[in-house]
């Protein structure tokens, strides 16, 4: 069984930084890729991120590209989103999410078998 808990989250001003963490465990050790996904106000789930694990490809969604970068430490199975810039349209639940399988951009998410609670972050002044 594999368990995912996103951690991080809260409050940031405008322009401001955070950084997201992804633990995960048990089945989550043999993933193929993870990704991180969010949910704004009123809105659709939205891909943000995903890297493959064998490599570090990365691929990122052009609404956060050169603000948001994702890292990870295997070792301690934990996956980071690094959020810089951070604009008000990036209010949202934050998701982790890991496949088996699939690498690359999925923008409904559909490949991700296996799901964290979600973090909220909120970007006001």
């Known amino acids: 069984q594999a368990r995912l808990v996103e951690s991080g989250g809260g409050l940031a001003q405008p322009g401001g930084s955070l950084i997201l963490a992804c633990t995960f465990s048990?089945?989550?050790?043999?993933?193929?890729?993870m990704a991180w996904y969010r949910r704004p106000p009123g809105k659709e789930r939205e891909f943000v991120s995903t890297?493959?694990?064998?490599?570090?490809?990365?691929y990122i969604a052009d609404s956060v590209r050169g603000r948001f970068t994702m890292s990870k430490d295997y070792a301690k199975k934990i996956l980071y989103l690094h959020m810089n810039r951070l604009q008000t349209e990036d209010t949202a639940i934050y998701y982790c999410?890991?496949?088996?399988?699939?690498?690359?951009?999925?923008?409904?998410?559909?490949?991700?078998?296996?799901w964290g609670q979600g973090t909220q972050v909120t970007v006001s002044s």
């Open positions: 999410a890991g496949s088996y399988w699939h690498s690359g951009v999925s923008l409904s998410g559909s490949e991700y078998a296996d």
């Open positions: 048990g089945r989550a050790g043999n993933y193929y890729s």
């Open positions: 890297i493959k694990w064998e490599d570090d490809g990365q």
